[in-house]
């Protein structure tokens, strides 16, 4: 698992890691046109695994959060059960916690538009990813409004949507909907039982980086696995 991050969020304490999104209840399957667009990311890395989710831009590139890939090893991307793809990291932003995928090959799944349009108190918005050891879910909720993050050591103060869309585990990088339009990015959860609401990043906040690392890919540090020393 990779270094969780703990930040205050309007007064209650949130976590962020691909397994660390906690579980109020349960959700529906999304329509089909839909879930071809969403994908499960996974990356091996040094005897370890991270699990989160991931979306479509085009046939060839998908987000998810920079979380997810930190450290990339292998990653392959999967849609219920079955390898769409194996892919790189060609572009990360970890004080927004948002990465770029290029896969392997083309994939023919719906490719989502990023809202330039910040989300608004009201606006009805759906999750959608895929939890450890389920299918693709979806959960409807609005939004609440936004909140700032207590910048935590090496990280910057951010504003993010909340949102009372049920997430769970594994649903981190998944795509947070208006209608057919990402509005932001699966991120933040409370800590369970707080009650309190989750958390996206705002597509108007990364959709700027994703747009140049499609056309201009950048060179992600990897960091290999090293032989113990003898």
Known sequence: MSRARVVAVAGSLVVAGALLLTTRGAADRPA????????RVENRSCGRAMLGSGFLVDRRHAVTAAHVVEDAGTITLRQSGRLVARGTVVGADSARDVALIKLERAFDGHAFALSRRAALR???????????????????????????????????????????AVVSPGQSGGPLLGGRTVVGMIDLSPVQGSGQPSFAV????????????RADPEAVAQHPCRAPSR
């Open 32 to 39: 089909r046109a839909l879930q071809s667009g969403v994908l």
């Open 202 to 213: 705002s597509a108007g906040d990364f959709a700027g980086a994703i747009s140049r690392w």
């Open 122 to 164: 009201g606006d009805v918005v759906t999750a959608v990813g895929y939890p450890l050891g389920a299918p693709l879910v979806q959960a409807h909720g609005a939004v609440l409004g936004s909140a700032s993050t207590l910048p935590a050591p090496g990280f910057a103060r951010r504003t993010l949507i909340q949102t009372d």
